[in-house]
Every structure is written in structure tokens, then in C-alpha cells.
């Protein structure tokens, strides 16, 4: 069994700033602070992380017992407005559900993501992207809120997953982090430029192959995987 783990944010989908407007909205709200997303940079990190960033930079404290969960909570309910709006900044990226399809179309393939976004966060984005029946997001995956460290929340996606030792990881991502996370777990990583880091320095964290496009994916599947 082949089991694909694909990050969200740069790789399925673009949220054109919608998550940072969303944290920023609720900590004006909650705590009157401007602009605290600015200069803190999401790609490739977890929710739990971006939010004790802030919190240490625009408070200068780091979040009490509960405060953290609260805050990502108030968020999702933000998150979830804007993106089901007119004005919705989300993209779905190109050929990302045709990807998708003809993946889960093989009888040797399992998806799942495996992602820095809480549960929450992902399932939001996925459905208003139109991906969200792509995935068993309620059994499947690794999420934010499974760890702030990408390394262990793709290795409860692996758990999550089933796979044995016959079986192999694909993580397909857009970052170093998805690199050094699948580094970490042992399992094959697909690199992909439509985020915020280059081939080269894909290549060089140790991504086994980097692609330009999602569509890529099916035939280097089927290359990489022939009987």
C-alpha cells in the first residue's frame, strides 16, 4: 500500500492571507492588539507555534493554560466566515483535485494530509476548497493540534494511516519542514514549488524528488511505482 500524506497550505491550496487576517482579527478582539501577524512567518509551522509566537511578540508573555486553544478556537469561527464569503481570498491550486481523483482511483493508494493547521483549520479549508471528500479527516491524517512539531504530527499521520512495514509514506509538501519531517519518519518526500521554498532548496533539505505542478504526481506515481 502507497499511502500519500499531503500538507495543505501551498500544496492543495492557497488561503491568499486568510488564516493571518483571521489570527489578527481575534487578537485585536480579544487582547486590542494591531497587526499581530505581522512579520511572523506561517509557511510550514503549526497553529499551536504561529499562536505562541504571537502571543510572545505582540504580549510578551507566552500563552496561559487554555489561552492558546481558546484563541485557535475564535479563529476557526473567523477562518470559517471568511472563507465562506464572496470576497474569499482561498485558490484551490492547479489540478489539485484531478490529483487527487486519479490517486485515490488506484487500488494501492491511501490519502491523507498531514498538516500544521489543527483539525479544525484543515477540515475548514479542504471544504470550502471543495477537497474536504478527498479525505477521511475524522480517522485519518496529522494535524496541528496532534503536536507543535511537524516531525510527530506526520508520524500520527503514519500511525493513523495503518501502514506496516511493507507498506510505503509518501509526504508531499511544499516546505523544508515537510522535507525534514518526512526525513524524520523515514518516508519518501515529494517536494513542490507552488509554496514558499524553490527546488533548490527542496533538493538540497532531501525532498526525492521535486515537482513544479500537483499534476506531476500521477505519472511520477506511476514510474516510482511500477509492478
Do not use: Q
Not at 500544521?116 to 485519518?140: E, Q, S, Y
Not at 510527530?152 to 523544508?176: I, K, M
Not at 519531517?181 to 527542496?202: M, W
Request: contains cysteine; proline residues 4%; charged residues 20%.
Amino acid at each position: 500500500m502507497i499511502h500519500y500524506l499531503f500538507d495543505i497550505d501551498g500544496t492543495l491550496v492557497r488561503a491568499g492571507g486568510a488564516g493571518a487576517r483571521s489570527l489578527a482579527a481575534v487578537m485585536m478582539t480579544r487582547y486590542g492588539v494591531a497587526d499581530a501577524c505581522r512579520g511572523i512567518s506561517a509557511a510550514g509551522r503549526t497553529d499551536p507555534a504561529i499562536v505562541h509566537e504571537i502571543f510572545e511578540k505582540a504580549l510578551g508573555r507566552a500563552p496561559a493554560e487554555g489561552e492558546s486553544e481558546a484563541v485557535i478556537a475564535a479563529y476557526l469561527e473567523e477562518l470559517d466566515r471568511a472563507l465562506g464569503t464572496s470576497g474569499s481570498t482561498l485558490r484551490v491550486l492547479p489540478g489539485a483535485a484531478d490529483t487527487l481523483h486519479a490517486l485515490a482511483a488506484r487500488p494501492e493508494v491511501r490519502l491523507a494530509v498531514a498538516t500544521g493547521n489543527v483539525r479544525g483549520g484543515a477540515r475548514i479549508k479542504l471544504h470550502h476548497a471543495g477537497l474536504a471528500p478527498h479525505f477521511d479527516l475524522d480517522r485519518t491524517g496529522g494535524y496541528g493540534c496532534d503536536s507543535a512539531v511537524r516531525a510527530v504530527l506526520v508520524a500520527r499521520a503514519v500511525e493513523r494511516a495503518g501502514a506496516g512495514p511493507a507498506d510505503t509514506v509518501v509526504v508531499v509538501g511544499d516546505t523544508v519542514h515537510d522535507v525534514n519531517a518526512a526525513r524524520a519518519v523515514g518516508a519518501v518526500c515529494v517536494g513542490i514549488t507552488t509554496g514558499s521554498d524553490p527546488a533548490e532548496v527542496l533538493s538540497a533539505a532531501g525532498a526525492d524528488v521535486v515537482i513544479d505542478e500537483l499534476p506531476a504526481l500521477v505519472p511520477w506515481h506511476a514510474a516510482r511505482f511500477a509492478a
